[in-house]
């Protein structure tokens, strides 16, 4: 069956760019995690869904990191103005069941 | 304070020889654990989960862990490694009244011949 997919996989931008990073969760799962993973560090959680509501957006580290799930389906991850630090995997997950999460395969975003 | 703790950042050992990777946590609230494996270049994928029952859960594989509250550990185990075993491992926490995971900092298990 079809997995958490993300898209694209490889993201290089110039620092002061915007990007947005895609996520197609497992058909019917209703809760949408986005996490951060820098080099050689763990997973991060940044902001979580259920359905289309942004229920903990705790983790997102400044104002301009912003996330959106519309319809309850795709989210999209949207970083404004792109600075250095931001260079990192960027992991979405979905959860049918609390907290048993499965994980997409990550979009890494490098900023130069 | 809610934290999780791999006390390994690195474990070498040899083809067919045991292996244990060690996992703490911090927590004033019910717990749930899982084990995640990262290979190169993906996403995470499930080794095994504790949400009730048993301490001792089974996984794919061949790895099983066991849930201690006393010592609010979750160590990672496997009686023989093989060389398709080398990876990123992740032990993850999820706290009763919180929907995310807080993540370990990964061991990184090598496996030589």
């Known amino acids: 069956g079809a997995g958490v997919s993300q898209s694209p996989r490889y993201k290089v931008a110039k620092r002061g760019q915007d990007v947005a990073l895609r996520c197609d969760p497992i058909?019917?799962?209703?809760?949408l995690f986005w996490y951060q993973q820098a080099l050689g560090q763990g997973p991060e959680f940044l902001t979580y869904?259920?359905?289309?509501?942004?229920?903990?957006k705790s983790g997102l580290p400044s104002d301009r990191f912003f996330a959106e799930r519309p319809e309850g389906s795709v989210s999209t991850l949207k970083i404004q103005r792109t600075q250095q630090e931001d260079s990192a995997v960027y992991l979405c997950?979905?959860?049918?069941?609390?907290?048993?999460?499965?994980f997409g395969p990550g979009t890494r975003l490098t900023v130069l | 304070a809610q934290s999780v703790t791999q006390l390994d950042s690195q474990v070498p050992v040899f083809e067919e020889a045991p292996v244990e990777l060690r996992c703490n946590y911090s927590?004033?609230?019910?717990?749930?654990l899982f084990w995640y494996v990262q290979y190169p270049n993906q996403g995470l994928q499930l080794l095994l989960k504790?949400?009730?029952?048993?301490?001792l859960v089974k996984g794919i594989n061949g790895f099983e862990a066991e849930f201690n509250k006393s010592q609010t550990s979750f160590h990672l185990r496997k009686p023989s490694v093989h060389i398709s075993d080398t990876a990123e491992y992740f032990c993850?926490?999820?706290?009763?009244?919180?929907?995310?995971?807080?993540f370990g900092q990964g061991t990184r298990l090598t496996i030589n011949p």
């Open positions: 997950a979905s959860s049918l069941y609390n907290y048993e999460q499965f």
């Open positions: 058909s019917g799962h209703v809760s």
């Open positions: 869904f259920q359905n289309e509501a942004q229920l903990d």
């Open positions: 927590s004033s609230v019910s717990v749930y």
């Open positions: 504790y949400l009730s029952g048993s301490t």
């Open positions: 993850a926490v999820g706290f009763q009244g919180a929907q995310k995971l807080v």
